[in-house]
T-cell receptor
Framework: GDSVTQMEGPVTLSEEAFLTINCTYT??????LFWYVQYPGEGLQLLLK???ADDKGSNKGFEATYRKETTSFHLEKGSVQVSDSAVYFC????????????WGLGTSLAVNP | DGGITQSPKYLFRKEGQNVTLSCEQN?????MYWYRQDPGQGLRLIYY???????QKGDIAEGYSVSREKKESFPLTVTSAQKNPTAFYLC???????????????FGPGTRLTVL
């Protein structure tokens, strides 16, 4: 079945460092891919998405490119801020009629000033 | 403002008691979902509903029950049969179109349930 694997955390960075959180997936067809962010004590918010191969999702300085050839959707940001400290989830939705999202386990990011 | 509300934010229950978590949305979304979140385990789907008066079990439905009598409401009952109910519970909704384009899920703020 479909699955999502993302790098384990926690990830600890200094402010203004470059961030990469790896996400790879297994799915048939062409799934839609998502990154969600969860700030402490809150629900999840959609950060960005891509619905077809080579699409680049971007938001708030974060980017991720849908790579069909490597089945990846890595999250990147050129210069992180303390306010980016959160848990980041990679997710996919299959190409069929199944409405469910398949979730990665989440990667915790801590940014130090 | 449109959104999803969950109440209460914190809930305490004695062992052996049933408890119902509220989830309401005014986004006019067709589909609604309940997830459970435990440290280090990501999100696990409990139940979901694609349309009023219909719902399906997710991956960890045992010990939980739901109803979907209205489009905007999807309450979750944690029964005494749930062996380890202490967790953070998240409700979500999504609009469904035939093309599947509008398929991201929108989340409520969550309810933290603690069994004493």
């Amino acid at each position: 079945g479909d699955s999502v694997t993302q790098m384990e955390g926690p990830v600890t960075l200094s402010e203004e460092a470059f961030l990469t959180i790896n996400c790879t997936y297994t799915a048939t067809g062409y799934p839609s891919l998502f990154w969600y962010v969860q700030y402490p004590g809150e629900g999840l918010q959609l950060l960005l998405k891509a619905t077809k191969a080579d699409d680049k999702g971007s938001n708030k300085g974060f980017e991720a490119t849908y790579r069909k050839e490597t089945t990846s959707f890595h999250l990147e940001k050129g210069s992180v801020q303390v306010s980016d400290s959160a848990v980041y989830f990679c997710a996919l939705r299959g190409a069929g009629n199944n409405r469910k999202l398949i979730w990665g386990l989440g990667t915790s990011l801590a940014v130090n000033p | 403002d449109g959104g999803i509300t969950q109440s209460p934010k914190y809930l305490f229950r004695k062992e052996g008691q049933n408890v119902t978590l509220s989830c309401e949305q005014n986004l006019n979304h067709d589909a609604m979902y309940w997830y459970r979140q435990d440290p280090g385990q990501g999100l696990r789907l409990i139940y979901y509903s694609q349309i009023v008066n219909d719902f399906q079990k997710g991956d960890i439905a045992e010990g939980y029950s739901v109803s979907r009598e209205k489009k905007e409401s999807f309450p979750l009952t944690v029964t005494s049969a749930q062996k380890n109910p202490t967790a953070f519970y998240l409700c979500a909704s999504s609009i469904e179109s035939s093309g599947g384009i509008y398929n991201e899920q929108f989340f409520g703020p969550g309810t933290r349930l603690t069994v004493l």
